[in-house]
């Protein structure tokens, strides 16, 4: 906890809307990934050779999402206080962990991962927005607007 108060990455006074912005980045490219490698590899089935991931390509990205994750929304909650942004992208990371880790056909695994994407993004957006709406909250009780 010592080195992340430091970088102040999780502490109260902390603005580390920019831990959001990453995750919402990568949701969409996990989007992506999911939505449009599937048609290119259709249109032109000889890209799948030279674009294909390796099997373990999926969960090594879940296990970069869970921490990073973690600690946008956890450092989000203690600006706002709101757990509603928690509780979206956690369902959203259950979802991702589900379509990457347990192994379902092709159709089941697109489907939760996109609905885990979509999810995990919007709880980003979401913890975002509480976390500027709390940092202008603050400013204006700092410079007595408020």
Known sequence: MEIWRRYNIISKGEDGAWLDGVAVGA???CLAHCLLLPLVF????????????????????????????ALAMLGGYRRHGAIL???????????????????????????????GSMLLAAGHLFNWRLRRSARSDFDKLALGDG
């Open 27 to 29: 949701s969409f490219l």
């Open 85 to 115: 942004p928690v509780l979206i992208g956690a369902l959203g990371l259950a979802l991702l962990g589900a379509g990457a880790l347990l192994g379902f056909r092709l159709a089941v695994e697109t489907a939760l991962t996109v609905a």
């Open 42 to 69: 259709a249109a032109l089935p000889a890209a799948a050779a030279i674009i294909g991931l390796p099997d373990w390509f999926h969960a090594a990205a879940f296990l970069v999402a869970v921490p990073a994750s």
